[in-house]
């Protein structure tokens, strides 16, 4: 069974860092694409960033430069540094387990970690 | 690519059918549209992927069809579960996007 925990939630001044962190179970997370995904109060669901199962990471326009994503293969956890916080960037943020075959999907996912970015 | 929904919201009774809409800014492949359910305080869920596959467990009153930039999810027989927001979502090869989301609600 694929399990997917998000941590590394809470509350942040605007400017501030933190580092949410995802542990997979269940599969092979060394071949598997991930992706963050948020909703933020009130909004719909926006796709944040992806890593590949190369390495090869992709980013929202809204967050590059300040967020990076990254993966521990050793520990099959998956990272999301964010930098330069902004109050936008108030959200549950959801980690999710890409698939390409047959097609893209992405079926598994974290129930989510909610970012508080305040003064 | 903006992916456009509609309605914003739906209001139907439990047994009726519902049909939601996704219109793309320009034309995609089939296989790059999925469609999402979402209810608060709950992960998404996968309901059809490549436009028209359903996916794991979902039932078969879930049915996706379209192509090009006009795609459609339809609901047979709301149950009382249905009830919630939905969303579609293209998988590009360098971003993705959803759509803004369909509220079914309750009539």
């Known amino acids: 069974e694929v399990q997917l925990l998000e941590s590394g939630g809470g509350l942040v001044q605007p400017g501030g860092s933190l580092r949410l962190s995802c542990a997979a179970s269940?599969?092979?997370?060394?071949?598997?694409?991930m992706t963050w995904v948020r909703q933020a109060p009130g909004k719909g669901l926006e796709w944040v960033s992806t890593?590949?199962?190369?390495?090869?990471?992709y980013y929202a326009d809204s967050v590059k430069g300040r967020f990076t994503i990254s993966r521990d293969n050793s520990k099959n956890t998956l990272y999301l540094q964010m930098n330069s916080l902004r109050a936008e960037d108030t959200a549950v943020y959801f980690c999710a387990k890409d698939e390409f075959i047959p097609a893209a999907r992405t079926e598994d996912w974290g129930q989510g970690t909610l970012v508080t970015v305040s003064s | 690519i903006v992916l456009t929904q509609s309605p914003g919201t739906l209001s139907l009774s439990p047994g009726e059918r519902a049909t939601l809409s996704c219109r793309a800014s320009?034309?995609?492949?089939?296989?790059?549209l999925a469609w999402f359910q979402h209810k608060p305080g709950q992960a998404p869920r996968l309901l059809i992927y490549g436009a028209s596959n359903r996916a794991t467990g979902i039932p078969d009153r879930f049915s996706g069809s379209g192509s090009g930039t006009d795609f459609i999810l339809t609901i047979n027989r709301l149950e009382p579960e249905d009830f919630a927001v939905y969303y579609c979502?293209?998988?590009?090869?360098?971003?993705?996007?959803f759509g803004q989301g369909t509220k079914v609600d309750i009539k």
């Open positions: 979502q293209h998988y590009g090869s360098i971003s993705r996007t």
């Open positions: 890593s590949g199962s190369s390495g090869t990471t």
């Open positions: 269940g599969f092979t997370f060394t071949s598997s694409a």
């Open positions: 320009q034309s995609v492949s089939s296989s790059s």
